[in-house]
């Protein structure tokens, strides 16, 4: 008996390149399903195993312990809609809007990871920045959302745009009053003081700035920087 006996080995069963996220796997490994974005875990399927212990389990588990009753929520960034699907499930009733600029990622997401069985789910293919600064455009009111999720990685990289306080003060337009927003950002020793930076001007828009760190793949980890409206 070999001690690779029992071993599940990843196989890649698709991949292609994108103008603008790069090279991009999709890469089953047992009961798990990842795209792989470069060499950053982008999403995995939501009903991994290992899905509870990583930054997606992670960040809906405590969405749903911060705030009992959610109506609508806008998620900037659905890479593969792993945290669609999660708060979908957390929240049955909820009305969830994704915002994704790569038309193959949203190929990618409706094919091998099924964001078109997500219930009441809509998908806008637009820049993040435009949909938050024009939000009518898309049908999307002012002073609306119970919650605003910010998740615009490219890889590992958090575009220049989301640090600016235009786009924050966008994103702040559009969420109700007592409502709630969570960025997402990569917290390696790398991008650290640059996201101790950011988490400092949040405080200049949003009331009750916390942070969380939660697990990612590896040796990442990611932030979840929560703030009230």
Known sequence: MSVFDGLKMPKVIYETDSKLNGHIRIVDVGNTRKMVVGNTIQSINPDSPAC????????????????????????????????????????????????????????????????????????????ALRVVIEPEENEISPSSLDLLVVDVLNGDKYPDLGKTGNFVSAVKRLIRPGGHVVFNRIYT???????????????NYFTEVETEVVAGYTNSDNLLIFGKV
């Open 189 to 203: 020793e790398f991008f650290q003081e640059e996201v101790n930076i950011f988490i400092d001007s949040l405080e």
């Open 52 to 127: 509870p212990k990583l930054y997606w389990g992670q960040m809906s588990n405590s969405i749903k312990e911060s705030f009992s009753e959610i109506q609508n929520i806008l998620i900037l960034g659905l890479g593969g809609g792993t945290l669609a699907h999660l708060l979908s499930k957390a929240y049955p009733d909820v009305d969830i809007v994704s915002v994704e600029y790569d038309e193959v990622m949203i190929q990618l997401a409706k094919e091998y990871f099924y964001v078109d069985r997500i219930p009441n789910h809509r998908i806008i293919h637009d820049d």
